[in-house]
């Protein structure tokens, strides 16, 4: 079975401009989360969308927004890019809306970079 | 406000001994932890987790333990081995709040053989 498919993999962006980012979660998987992960500072909860809803969302500013598609497959967009954005954007998809343990599955990232 | 702490950002063991890493939170509201593995161009994998009602769990080489009290996990590798170098990351979990997942900033694991 096909783990979390992210892309594109890296990217590079000046500042001012617009990103968008997207994740295939693993077939059957209906929860999707987005984090950011920068050095120090351990993975930061973007949101999370379950059933094309977003059900959660961290505290980041609005720049950052999400969506879901019918078919799982969800897609972050960070607008207005500023340096600090950099950063490994990470997806994760989970069977239900409750993982009961809290286990998600990961994709590898996407290493976005702001000149 | 960090609910996730891992006060150690490096640690360096040899092989064949045991590596100790520890995590501390703030919300007693969390009702699961993990522990997350992460080597260098990959996402996190999932290594071992503990339930609130628990205070050890055990699997394989990898054993964490949950002190409630103090508020205060470690997970505990014996015998340490070269393929465990990767960031550990300590990470709570409250049904509460649906599939987030509030990490700790992680600890780099070196294994020298």
């Known amino acids: 079975k096909a783990g979390v498919t992210q892309t594109p993999r890296y990217l590079i962006k000046t500042r001012g401009q617009q990103v968008t980012l997207s994740c295939s979660p693993i077939s059957g998987h209906r929860s999707v989360s987005w984090y950011q992960q920068t050095p120090g500072q351990g993975l930061q909860f973007l949101f999370e969308y379950f059933s094309e809803t977003q059900r959660n969302k961290g505290n980041f500013p609005g720049r950052f927004s999400g969506r879901q598609f019918s078919n799982s497959r969800s897609e972050m967009n960070v607008s207005t890019l500023e340096l600090g954005d950099s950063a490994l954007y990470l997806c994760?998809?989970?069977?239900?809306?409750?993982?009961?343990?809290?286990?998600?599955?990961f994709g590898e990232g996407s290493r976005l970079t702001v000149l | 406000d960090q609910q996730v702490k891992q006060n150690s950002p490096s640690l360096s063991v040899q092989e064949g001994r045991i590596s100790i890493l520890n995590c501390d939170y703030t919300?007693?509201?969390?009702?699961?932890f993990l522990w997350y593995k992460k080597y260098p161009a990959e996402g996190p994998t999932f290594l071992i987790s503990?339930?609130?009602?628990?205070d050890k769990n055990e699997d394989g080489r990898f054993t964490v333990f949950l002190n409630k009290s103090a508020k205060h996990l470690s997970l505990h590798i014996v015998p340490s081995q070269p393929g465990d170098s990767a960031v550990y990351f300590c990470?709570?979990?409250?049904?509460?709040?649906?599939?987030?997942?509030?990490f700790g900033a992680g600890t780099i694991l070196r294994v020298k053989s």
């Open positions: 503990i339930s609130s009602i628990k």
């Open positions: 990470a709570s979990y409250s049904m509460e709040y649906g599939n987030k997942l509030v």
């Open positions: 994760a998809s989970s069977l239900e809306a409750n993982s009961n343990t809290g286990e998600l599955f």
């Open positions: 919300n007693s509201m969390f009702d699961y």
